[in-house]
Structures are given as structure tokens and as C-alpha cells.
């Protein structure tokens, strides 16, 4: 995702420091927004926030986090959980990589994957989400009984990630190569991303993984 400079980006988030951490500045070891009684869910490589904002408000009894690498995309983000009056969400400019960094006394419920960039090229590969560094830091992070969620439409990094995740040793608890068939059919939950909702438009297929934990 790629949207054009926000000038307005730094005068907002500077002016918010209650709902947003920037991490680029400062590292961060005492995350004291958030509710410890509550679960925690984390969304990495959060966009436009479409995804989040969706959850916290039908999730009041959960706190929210998006990490987010861009500026202005954050800010973004940040614009429409002012707009909806979101309290249970909150927002960390950084790179996801710094998540041990971050989640250092508090360990986290529930990840999510939406739509991350696939980086196609092998020699890009340590860029992947699901690269081993990363789930390396995933269940550093992860509570034991925790549990990592991905979409995507792109289906060489579905294989990329279904290989990545099994060789790990995570445990695949739900696998769909139709995801909104399946939401269909089964009447789950889905709140749609931004990406989602356009290539769903689009009438492209969507992959879903749910994995858990090990200990
Ligand atoms: N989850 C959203 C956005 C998907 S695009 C959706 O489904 O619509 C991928 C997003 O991940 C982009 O906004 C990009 O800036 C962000 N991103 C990419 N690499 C990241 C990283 N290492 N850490 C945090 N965010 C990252």
C-alpha cells in the first residue's frame, strides 16, 4: 500500500500520543494504554486500519493494537479511529520487526497477517512476514495458547507461508482456499480489510490460515 505524503501526517499523531506510540523514536517497554485485564490482539501491517476499526467496535471486551510502518498510512488510521470514536484501539508507527521489542511484558492473544506484502523475489525473502525470523518473534511474543491469523489473495506467498508456518512447528488449525465461500456457507464472522474488499471486488479468491501456538 502506497498513498502519497500526508503533510497533516505529523501534526496529527504528534498530537494524539494517548492512541499512537512512535516507535521510531523511542523504544517501547511499558505499554500503559492498554487494559492488562483484557485480551490483546495485534495487527501487523495494519494500513488504513479498515480491519481494526471493524473489530474494536464489535469487540469492546478486547484492546487492539496496529503496527504500522508507514507514516501516513498510520495517520490515516488514526483519522477514522477519531472519526468512529474508537477507545479500545491503538496505534504503533514501527517497523513489525521491532515486535519482541515492543511486547516485552506483555504477551499477546491473537496476530494478524492481512494482505501482506509478498515480496515475490527470493532474494527478498527475509521481507516476508512469515519468513522464520519473524515467527521467531511471533511466538516470542505469542501467549501459549495464542493464535496467528493470515489472509491473502496472493497464492505463492499462501505456499510461502503454509511451508514457512508447518516447518516451524506452529499447528494449522483451520486452512480455506475460499475464504468468503466458506464465510458464506458457515456463517463465520469476517470483517473485511481494505485490500480484501478490493480484491474481493475484483472476484479474486481469497486464502485464510489459522494457526496455533506451541509450547
Ligand atoms: N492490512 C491492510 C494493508 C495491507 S498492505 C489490508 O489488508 O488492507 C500491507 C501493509 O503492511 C502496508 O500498509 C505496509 O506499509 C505495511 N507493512 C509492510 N511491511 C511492514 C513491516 N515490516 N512492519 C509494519 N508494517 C508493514
Given at each position: 500500500m502506497r498513498v502519497r505524503n500526508k503533510p497533516w501526517a505529523d501534526d496529527l499523531i504528534n498530537s494524539h500520543p494517548d492512541l499512537v506510540i512512535n516507535n521510531k523514536e523511542k523504544q517501547i517497554h511499558d505499554l500503559n494504554f492498554i487494559r492488562q485485564d483484557k485480551p490483546l490482539h495485534?495487527?501487523?501491517?495494519?494500513?488504513?486500519?479498515?480491519?481494526?476499526?471493524?473489530?474494536?467496535?464489535?469487540?469492546?471486551?478486547?484492546?487492539?493494537?496496529?503496527?504500522?510502518?508507514?507514516?501516513?498510512?498510520?495517520?490515516?488510521?488514526?483519522?477514522?479511529?477519531?472519526?468512529?470514536?474508537?477507545?479500545?484501539?491503538?496505534?504503533?508507527?514501527?517497523?513489525?520487526?521491532?515486535?519482541?521489542?515492543?511486547?516485552?511484558?506483555?504477551?499477546?492473544?491473537?496476530?494478524?497477517?492481512?494482505?501482506?506484502?509478498?515480496?515475490?523475489?527470493?532474494?527478498?525473502?527475509?521481507?516476508?512476514?512469515?519468513?522464520?525470523?519473524?515467527?521467531?518473534?511471533?511466538?516470542?511474543?505469542?501467549?501459549?495458547d495464542g493464535y496467528l491469523q493470515l489472509k491473502t489473495d496472493n497464492r505463492h506467498f499462501f505456499e510461502y507461508s503454509l511451508l514457512s508456518i508447518t516447518n516451524f512447528g506452529f499447528s494449522l488449525k483451520e486452512i480455506s482456499l475460499d475464504w468468503h465461500k466458506d464465510v458464506i456457507d458457515n456463517d463465520l464472522e469476517n470483517i473485511e480489510t481494505e485490500y480484501e474488499h478490493k480484491f474481493s471486488q475484483r472476484g479474486q479468491v481469497i486464502y485464510r490460515l489459522l494457526i496455533k501456538n506451541f509450547k
Open positions: 495485534v495487527e501487523i501491517g495494519s494500513g488504513k486500519g479498515d480491519f481494526l476499526i471493524g473489530m474494536a467496535l464489535k469487540h469492546p471486551d478486547i484492546e487492539f493494537i496496529g503496527i504500522e510502518i508507514q507514516k501516513s498510512v498510520l495517520a490515516i488510521a488514526l483519522k477514522k479511529t477519531l472519526q468512529q470514536k474508537v477507545t479500545n484501539l491503538h496505534w504503533i508507527w514501527s517497523d513489525g520487526s521491532a515486535i519482541t521489542d515492543i511486547f516485552v511484558n506483555q504477551k499477546i492473544d491473537f496476530i494478524y497477517l492481512n494482505f501482506s506484502d509478498p515480496w515475490p523475489k527470493k532474494r527478498h525473502e527475509k521481507r516476508r512476514l512469515t519468513y522464520i525470523k519473524f515467527l521467531q518473534e511471533y511466538k516470542n511474543v505469542l501467549k501459549d
